[in-house]
């Protein structure tokens, strides 16, 4: 199965990471894992566009919005009650895609458009789910089948190794 979602660059609202490391998710800043309650602290390291934070997604938080701006790392994110970046516009729809959780199951979405149509996607326990045109909440649309290209899919055949559940 080919799978890969680690290693997006965003730069973040101190808010927005305390959320993601709260949801279960493994962030990096400069190259050092960030520890839960030490958000602040990395954050007042970061000193260029570099070491931004790098995200392991799994189980994405409610209410991020993903943005852009022009300049490194390009994507953005915060929360919904929090004010946009200076110059931010929205993100692409696959983009805010990546941040959409599974509708059966809260994982995050792997993307899975070989031979589908755009929008299929599978999460990290065996579902399939479609992106919605509006970019709002993706829809359940099975389990994967024995004999599918993504089936076995799951948190364990991810390279990295996700936190206990919260
Ligand atoms: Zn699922």
Redesign the pocket.
Known sequence: MQANILGIKYRATITAIEAILKAGNRVEAGGIEVQPGAVFEAAQKLYSAQDSWRVYLIRPPKDIIVGHINEPPFQTLRLENEPEFPGEYPAGWAERGTWMP?P??G?ALLWAEAGYVPGWRI?L?G?FARLPSDGREASYEGDIPEGSEYYGSSLESIRYKPYPEP
């Open positions: 599974c059966k199951c994982t999460c326990n579902h």
